[in-house]
């Protein structure tokens, strides 16, 4: 009856059918396998590539801020000055050496110091130059506007004060440096950020402090990862 019926090749050809799909299921994971293991290797390969400029990164850093700091030590008390290390922005924070109240001429005492600071600042940073993004000349004031101002008129009423004020500033060292003109006009920026990032302590505004104008050192190291993920 089996063979009449042809149980017995029925049962075989079904062993054999369900071994090919049991064999093609093996290769097929194989096959994702060994896709899985390239894609992490190909991952790890970018994420050493990123870890290598963070590491540049961080140690370019530090050499930038030694070496502003080697410069201008015995500088900073004398012209009431700081240097950040986590945002290499070298700080003028005396506003009445500055600026006359409410005014964006430079005052005479900073056109002395800017003669003496602005030619070593551009100096010090040339080794870096290809591992910057821009200088940016930072202006920034206190929340305090005229009187009898809201709070938003002070504000964009600053934002004027601290642009104008980084404009003055960006004007007398582009001026200082007629060789080296192309160079600042590609490189250099003045931002103005008002009250912004006004100083903060305990929860209460340091209008002294948050007067003041930042010379910032802006690494590139974004837009190299940034290189690094789009090259994929």
């Given at each position: ?24 299921m ?73 600026f006359?109240?409410n005014e964006?001429?430079?005052s ?7 003669n ?21 000349i ?60 006004a ?7 340091d ?5 003041r104008?930042?010379?910032r ?16």
């Amino acid at each position: 009856m089996d063979k009449i019926f042809g149980t017995r090749n029925v049962n075989q050809d079904s062993g054999e059918h369900w071994l090919t799909v049991s064999d093609l299921m093996a290769g097929l994971m194989m096959v994702f396998l060994f896709i899985a293991i390239v894609f992490m290797m190909i991952t790890q390969k970018e994420n050493d590539k990123i870890k290598n400029v963070a590491v540049a990164y961080q140690e370019n850093q530090v050499a930038i801020f030694e070496a502003l700091e080697t410069e201008f030590a015995k500088d900073l008390s004398k012209w009431g000055a700081t240097i950040d290390k986590e945002t290499l922005a070298f700080n003028f924070q005396s506003p009445d050496v500055l600026f006359a109240n409410n005014e964006t001429k430079l005052s005479e005492a900073y056109k002395a110091i800017l003669n003496d600071f602005f030619p070593r600042y551009i100096m010090v940073l040339t080794p870096y130059r290809d591992s910057l993004d821009e200088i940016r000349i930072e202006g920034h004031t206190s929340s305090v506007g005229l009187r009898g101002s809201t709070e938003t008129q002070a504000y964009f009423y600053n934002m004027r004060l601290s642009q104008g004020r980084t404009r003055s500033v960006l004007e007398y060292g582009y001026a200082l440096m007629p060789d080296e003109a192309n160079w600042i006009k590609a490189n250099i920026a003045a931002v103005g950020f008002s009250s912004s990032r006004a100083i903060i302590h305990d929860g209460v505004e340091d209008a002294a402090m948050s007067r003041r104008v930042s010379f910032r050192a802006i690494t590139n190291a974004d837009i190299q990862i940034k290189r690094i993920l789009e090259s994929n």
